[in-house]
């Protein structure tokens, strides 16, 4: 919905109109209707606006509240903004606006820090209370929404995006436990790290309480558990089959401008369609996008997409973009990159989303999904693995074995197997009934925040595109985490989803083998795509910045292909871009 920014400083210094203004820059994409400044002497917002929800003038930001001694910048939506407006009208509050915005104010005026478990929605947000002189700060359950802060001796910082932290002189220098949970879990640096020393991200679920002085409190305030109910497996499918409807309902419905859906012609997005259709709703809008093929790696799935088209005769859509003009628009989708991001379809959906935006502001989108409901083929390899948890996981999962990774980077960047360290962490955590349940809820709860969705939060929101993932429900989620591990993988994966579908969809949607967002060209890497990469890691800047080894480079770039990673991605991508992203965000 937005991009917030801002300051608290503990110097004594007055936060600078000029700072809030160069981190109000690096924002503007993801908010182009309105922007909004409010600064009090050590403390200092700013707001880039796009408006879904009340569109008027009482509901922009910087949102203050004169009566309550409280200022707001809020990014997302709250789905459940009206009833809690009703509950919050009978303690007596009265509203300003018709906004989602002013709820989060009046919840906080009322229920303190607790506000947050009644907030049901996507949110990043932070509140000054003028009387406590306290910053509240949180984030939605499941991260949809990014957060980033710089903390100092002399300032607390905080951006929907890491260029913002960087513009005002956040340390960019190399994290060495960031950069092998990089190089390792496919672009996944779990919160509170990123790449950068400097920059820091919340953790989902999690509020942050500063004060004046500095001094901040940490709390997480969500952690589903991934233990059996007493469900059957029919109460299971069809308890399902309610909550995902719901899901799909309050987002449709929150919102103030009609919202259209990103089909791909997989399951998930496919059930999107449906469902809305199931629930009555009138005027779906549609939009695919594919690319060309590469031998026999198919570049679009428009051959399912038109078959929902044609069944809930939807108003579609349909964008080809060919492999030459990928590279061309590359740099664009990675300077809008919060953090390096080697998913091969990032490029995918920041051309998508150009081409969307120009129509529609908010669609729905089916991330989530596959970890949720055991959809991606990794996971019966998993579990019939010997061995303990962490290394049936990793076999399957990691991207490169640490001894690899020693190899690929200079030893400056030899400081022990995080990835294996935060993995053992995870899945010593208790409320999980056995392996694949404790699988499920890193991946759903951890690795997803910062793999797909973050993904398509920044490749949308760098056009102005809301993008809401019904499948991330909070409620759902924790019901799927409830059901059996053998129910979710049954039929190859997903097999409430399939039993929901049938009968709603055709059986070649749901019968069919997995896609994964085709982008051929950035898998099977040649041509002109080895050329540029190759340019990216023989340059004077990837040399002089010295992170990676690189006579071990040249193998890589030698022989790409014998250097794929357990889910069949290219770990020459992975090095190339992130050297890429550096080079365009850091170096400028």
């Known amino acids: 919905m937005c991009g917030i920014c801002g300051q608290l400083r503990f110097d004594r210094h007055a936060v600078k109109s000029q700072d809030l203004n160069v981190m109000m820059s690096k924002i503007a994409r ?61 303690q007596g509050y009265t509203f300003f606006s018709h906004s989602d915005t002013e709820v989060i104010l009046k919840a906080y005026h009322f229920w303190g820090e607790d506000c947050v478990t009644h907030l049901d929605g996507m949110f990043a947000f932070c509140i000054w209370n003028q009387k406590t002189n306290q910053l509240f700060v949180a984030r939605d359950r499941m991260g949809i929404k990014p957060l980033y802060f710089s903390l100092t001796d002399q300032a607390f910082s905080f951006a929907s995006n890491t260029q913002a932290l960087v513009a ?24 509170p790290n990123t790449i950068l020393n400097g920059v820091n991200k919340i953790k989902p679920a999690t509020t942050l309480t500063i004060d004046a002085k500095g001094k901040v409190i940490e709390k997480t305030y969500w952690q589903p558990r991934a233990q059996r109910s007493e469900l059957s497996d029919d109460e299971h499918i069809e308890r399902t089959h309610e909550l995902l409807t719901k899901a799909v309902l309050k987002r449709m419905n929150a919102s103030d401008v009609p919202i259209g859906v990103l089909l791909s012609g997989g399951l998930d997005s496919s059930l999107l369609v449906g469902l809305l259709h199931e629930a009555e ?153 056995e392996f694949m349940d404790k699988v499920f809820r890193t991946d759903i709860t951890r690795l997803v925040v910062d793999d797909p969705v973050k993904r398509v939060d920044n490749m949308t929101m760098a056009w102005g595109l809301e993008a809401r993932v019904p499948f991330m429900d909070y409620q759902l989620v924790e019901h799927a985490l409830s059901i059996p591990p053998s129910l979710k993988m049954g039929e190859e994966g997903k097999y409430p989803l399939k039993q929901i579908a ?78 890429y992203w550096l080079q365009i965000n850091i170096d400028g």
């Open 30 to 90: 993801r908010g182009p209707d309105a922007s909004g400044q409010w600064a009090d002497g050590k403390i200092g917002f700013g707001h880039q606006r796009l408006s879904i929800i009340d569109l008027s003038n009482h509901a922009a930001q910087p949102m203050v509240d004169k009566v309550l001694d409280l200022v707001l910048v809020f990014n997302g939506t709250i789905y459940n903004y009206q009833s809690l407006r009703q509950d919050l009208i009978k």
């Open 168 to 191: 005002v002189g956040a340390d960019t220098s190399i994290n060495s436990v960031a950069l092998q949970q990089q190089l390792s879990l496919h672009g996944v640096v779990p919160a």
């Open 281 to 433: 709703h009138q005027d779906i809008r549609t939009f695919s996008i594919g690319f060309e093929d590469i031998d026999d790696e198919a570049g679009s799935e428009f051959e399912y997409s038109d078959q929902i088209v044609k069944q809930f005769n939807t108003t579609h859509e349909k964008y080809v973009v060919s492999n030459s003009q990928v590279l061309p628009r590359l740099g664009e989708a990675v300077a809008n990159m919060a953090e390096p991001m080697v998913g091969q379809d990032a490029v995918a959906f920041y051309l998508l989303s150009e081409q969307v935006s120009k129509q529609i502001k908010v669609v729905l989108s089916g991330q989530g999904a596959d970890e949720a409901f055991a959809g991606y083929f990794w996971y019966p390899r998993m579990q019939a693995e010997l061995g303990t948890e962490v290394e049936r996981f990793s076999k399957h999962y990691v991207d490169r074995p640490y001894e690899e990774y020693l190899q690929t980077v200079n030893k400056k960047y030899h400081s022990g197997n995080h990835t294996e360290a935060w993995l053992n962490k995870e899945f010593s955590e208790t409320n999980a009934d």
């Open 502 to 579: 049938r009968g709603l969809l055709p059986d070649s949607v749901i019968d069919r083998k997995k896609g994964y967002f085709p982008m051929p060209a950035l898998k099977y890497v040649r041509g002109e795509f080895l050329e540029f990469m190759s340019d990216i890691l023989n340059s004077t800047q990837c040399v002089n910045r010295g992170v990676y080894n690189q006579d071990f480079v040249q193998k890589v770039i030698n022989q790409p292909e014998n250097y794929m990673t357990a889910l069949n991605g290219s770990r020459l991508w992975h090095l190339a871009l992130l050297e």
